[in-house]
């Protein structure tokens, strides 16, 4: 994958985590806050916890961590992978922010 075949799929995902954040609040009280700096995106629980998604441009991959642990995605077959356990990028994150919310929530 070339640097910017890596830009525009990674910022993509990013917006894609930023819409779902919106979509949740409108349909739900999780009142998830979302800020976003360059290629970072946090997400603010009201229980003080966090989740941070951000992009490794040298290494093509973008990064997850939550309570649970860290995770590290590269693109392959159309889908975001964990490089360790093969996890799909927003099954994590519906996964962990579920957890830290204490609600069941769903990105994609």
Not at 33 to 42: A, E, K, L, P, S
Not at 59 to 82: C, I, M, P, T
């Amino acid at each position: 994958m070339t640097d910017p075949e890596f830009m525009d799929r990674a910022e993509q995902l990013l917006a894609a985590v930023e819409a779902s954040c919106d979509r949740i609040n409108d349909e739900s009280d999780a009142d998830l806050d979302n800020q976003r700096v360059g290629g970072m995106v946090t997400l603010a629980f009201p229980n003080g916890s966090q989740i941070v998604v951000n992009l490794q441009k040298p290494l093509h991959e973008v990064w997850l961590a939550a309570q649970s642990g860290g995770y590290h995605y590269r693109f392959a077959d159309g889908q975001w992978r964990d490089t360790k356990g093969g996890a799909e990028f927003f099954a994590q994150l519906s996964s962990d922010a579920s957890a830290q919310a204490g609600q069941a929530l769903v990105f994609s």
